[in-house]
């Protein structure tokens, strides 16, 4: 079987053009031009690399986007401030905080203070209770992105075995419970999971979110079984998923690249929540 590939990149693109044509509704109906504050503490590579294709993005869909690159040795406190600022900005409508944070500071702590009604990203853990409990909230863009590439292909979920591999508060759960509400009966693997092979083998739906190139082979993989490559690691300058992209294509039916795959589509979902933050309601 030859997998076909999931275009991510145009479906990106696609979802853009609607939204540049509400942003300016926005702007001219309402006076609202939305903006986007974005937070990177340190110079984590894949960070980086997503504040590059944002920063494009949001001059394309014409957003404001205000930038703060803070040093790897910043101190919470100020972090905490700058948050607190932001919240009261009214022309700020979404607070996008990259992680990883160094160590000295509590990424819990800190993400807890972004504003419910700024926390594009889904960090905060009024948004992650809503998010559990299946009430409305800004989405977290990864598993946003992901769910939109399953429903554009018309990929049933209902009913299907999917497997998330990787725990991390913002792609692995909030994908596992996105799924289950989409009613696909669902398994987290992790680090510790005894038997990844099998689970993944029995999976119709693999999510791969570790940022480990090479993690998954065409042997963990069930023939016809769709393939989502959620991982974002920089090996030698260039950006590579976690997924073995020529062996599993062979197998899958449906299978994502990176770059040009969820990681397209993570970006154009930022936007998709500023918008919504700025009272865009459709
Ligand atoms: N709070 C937070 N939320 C995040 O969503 C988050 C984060 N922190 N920290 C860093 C990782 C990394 N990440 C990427 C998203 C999009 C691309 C992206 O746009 N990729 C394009 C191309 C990039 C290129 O080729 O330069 C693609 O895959 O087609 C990359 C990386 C989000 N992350």
Redesign the pocket.
């Given at each position: 079987m030859r997998a076909e590939i999931i275009d991510?990149?145009m479906v990106?693109k696609n979802i853009r053009i609607k939204l540049a044509a509400a942003i300016k509704k926005l702007e001219s109906e309402r006076g609202i031009k939305p903006g986007l504050a974005t937070i990177?503490v340190g110079s984590?590579a894949?960070?980086l690399?997503?504040v590059?294709?944002?920063e494009k993005?949001c001059l394309e869909t014409g957003l404001n986007s205000f930038s703060y690159n803070l040093p790897e040795d910043t101190r919470e406190g100020d972090l905490i401030q700058l948050i607190e600022e932001l919240n009261k900005r009214e022309d700020v409508h979404g607070i996008?905080?990259?992680?990883?944070l160094p160590e000295h500071i509590s990424a819990d702590r800190v993400t807890s203070v972004i504003s419910p009604l700024k926390d594009v990203?889904c960090?905060n853990p009024i948004n992650l209770g809503k998010l559990f409990k299946g009430q409305q909230c800004l989405m977290?863009?990864?598993p946003k992105g992901i769910i939109k590439l399953l429903e554009e292909y018309k990929i049933e979920i209902s009913g299907k075995k999917a497997a998330i591999v990787g725990r991390s508060s913002?792609?692995g759960k909030p994908a596992a419970l996105m799924l289950l509400n989409k009613h696909a009966t669902v398994t987290i693997c992790h680090s510790r999971t005894a038997e990844l092979k099998a689970e993944l083998m029995d999976s119709d739906i693999i999510i791969s979110a570790v940022g480990k190139p090479g993690l998954i082979t065409d042997d963990m993989v069930k023939v016809g079984a769709v393939v989502i490559d959620a991982g974002?690691s920089v090996l030698n300058g260039?950006?590579v998923?976690d997924v073995d992209f020529e062996k599993v294509s062979q197998k899958a039916s449906y299978i994502t690249?990176?770059?040009?795959?969820?990681?397209?589509?993570?970006?154009t979902m930022?936007i998709e929540n500023v918008l919504e933050a700025a009272g865009y309601h459709e």
């Open positions: 991510g990149k990106a990177i984590d894949a960070s690399s997503y590059k294709n944002k993005i996008l905080l990259q992680l990883p990203d960090l977290p863009c990864t913002i792609v974002t260039k950006l998923g690249p990176v770059p040009g795959g969820v990681g397209a589509m993570t970006t930022l």
